[in-house]
């Protein structure tokens, strides 16, 4: 199933200009997210796809994580699709905790809707 883009270059650009925002990089991905007050948000995580399953959505996350705690996050949430295995496995190895679901959040090209998973992680101080 194909997604349409959600974001557009534009909308990448204020994320990354707004106060709190927090880019990890690495070489073959990236994750996007912001701190706000105490809580941490991680927008997207996006690694290329034949760099897949090479530990390098793992460290662009862990470093997500460490900077937010920086910041003073103690909380941390996202959303995933339900039907991406890959990423809620990551994430659940890296202590993130499926909480609940969001009917119909995500649309597909061809309109169909696909439910997100809400997921948390405490983030212990550094």
Known sequence: MTFSPVWSAQTFKGFLESPGSILSVCEAGFALGRVIVDEA???????????????????????????????????????????????????????????????DYYRSEDGTTIDAIMMSKTLLSV
């Open 41 to 103: 948000e991680l927008l997207t995580l996006a690694v290329e796809p034949e760099a897949q399953r090479r530990g390098f959505g793992r460290f662009c996350l862990g470093t997500f994580e460490v900077e937010a705690k920086r910041r003073g996050a103690h909380r941390a949430f996202l959303e995933v699709a339900e039907a991406n295995a890959a990423a809620r496995s990551l994430y659940r190895r890296h202590g993130w905790a499926e909480d609940r679901v969001r009917r």
